[in-house]
């Protein structure tokens, strides 16, 4: 069945770098896929979407990349800042269901 | 505007009660979600109501739980029996289209 998962549970960047968060997917099925971040205490906030016929797609500060090939997602943030920080799920969806990976933990370093 | 609101924010029962958890959606939106978030674990999907009919149920894990949507707004997730394995944030998320679901803040739901 689906599966959507991420390479690195935790990824620490120094502030003002950019951050690559990365996910596998294991099912063609999706049509799209969303990336949201979650702070401790709240529920997740979208991001960015991406529709699964596309390859890339820009937002503020936000990139995602799509590699269909490959089976592979990225999120990337420029010029990371503090309050950046938090756990990030990549979601694949079809129709209306989400599947969501285990998320992994961005520590932004002062 | 006013995002999705959970009531209660914490629930704390004893195993075996009955529990209720309440989502208000984002007004508007016909499409409402109910997710259960494990610690270190991605949201699962539970259910699925487009307006006042559940679509999909095909999430719920046992038939100790029970969702309803009696408008088509607000939505009341129901656990029955409760047992210490329920414990979880339990998160509700509304939309108009399925690709951009918001979420709420969840209730935590503790089972001793």
């Known amino acids: 069945g689906e599966s959507v998962g991420l390479h690195l549970p935790t990824l620490s960047v120094q502030e003002g770098d950019n951050s690559i968060i990365n996910c596998a997917y294991s099912?063609?099925?999706?049509?799209?896929f969303i990336w949201y971040k979650q702070e401790s205490g709240k529920g997740p906030q979208f991001i960015i979407d991406?529709?699964?016929?596309?390859d890339k797609r820009q937002g503020q500060r936000v990139t995602v990349l799509l590699n269909k090939t490959v089976k592979h997602l990225s999120l990337q943030i420029a010029a990371t800042q503090p309050g950046d920080s938090a756990v990030y799920f990549c979601?694949?969806?079809?129709?209306?269901?989400?599947?969501f990976g285990s998320g992994t933990r961005l520590l932004v370093r002062p | 505007g006013a995002g999705v609101s959970q009531t209660p924010s914490n629930k704390v029962t004893e195993k075996g009660k009955y529990v209720e958890l309440r989502c208000d959606p984002i007004?508007?939106?016909?499409?409402l979600y109910w997710y259960r978030q494990s610690l270190g674990q991605g949201p699962e999907f539970l259910i699925y109501?487009?307006?006042?009919?559940?679509?999909?149920d095909s999430g719920l894990p046992n038939d100790r739980f029970f969702a309803v949507r009696p408008e088509g707004s607000v939505s009341t997730l129901k656990i029955q029996r409760t047992e210490r394995g329920d414990s979880a944030v339990y998160l509700c998320?509304?939309?108009?289209?399925?690709?951009?679901?918001?979420f709420g803040p969840g209730t935590r739901l503790t089972v001793l």
């Open positions: 998320a509304s939309s108009l289209r399925s690709s951009e679901q918001f």
């Open positions: 099912n063609s099925a999706s049509d799209y």
């Open positions: 991406i529709r699964s016929n596309m």
């Open positions: 979601a694949g969806g079809s129709s209306y269901k989400l599947i």
């Open positions: 007004s508007g939106h016909t499409a």
């Open positions: 109501f487009q307006g006042t009919g559940a679509a999909d």
